[in-house]
């Protein structure tokens, strides 16, 4: 998960005075995965780090950060704590729409801009700024 911060995390944590046990029980996932997460070991699905913040009473914001001129549509997406499905579903559009959008391997018509943009809570030219992004980043750089 790019601007995935582990520090920010564990500070976050403590500074809710929970343990990564009572965390992982609040947000009903493993506290193996917390542990894992705060030591950087793995990266956060989305779903699962959006009920760990619940639990911890701050945003994902608090511990994802990239600049919003530095943002992918995948980012944005991110920052909502939705996955690719549940973005599909509140755009209305199919996921594999919303997958090849955010890899920027296909172009972005007008119909679908203006579903996700509003889906995102973004302007259309927030969204066609972030494809453009997404669309020029170095070969093998990760979307």
Do not use: C, H
């Amino acid at each position: 998960m790019r601007g995935f911060s582990p520090v920010s995390l564990r500070e976050a944590r403590r500074t809710a005075g929970i343990s990564q046990m009572e965390a992982a029980r609040v947000a009903r996932i493993g506290a193996d995965t917390i542990r894992r997460w705060e030591q950087g070991e793995t990266s956060p699905q989305v779903d699962l780090l959006a009920k760990v913040v619940e639990a911890l009473g701050v945003e994902i914001a608090d511990v994802v950060y990239i600049p919003a001129d530095e943002r992918y549509p995948g980012d944005w997406r991110v920052l909502l704590g939705l996955t690719q499905p549940q973005l599909g579903a509140k755009a209305g559009v199919a996921t594999q729409i919303v997958s090849s959008v955010e890899r920027g391997v296909i172009s972005l018509s007008g119909n679908v801009a203006a579903k996700l943009s509003d889906a995102l809570g973004i302007t259309e030219s927030e969204l066609r700024a972030s494809y453009e992004r997404v669309r020029t980043r170095a070969a093998g750089a990760p979307a």
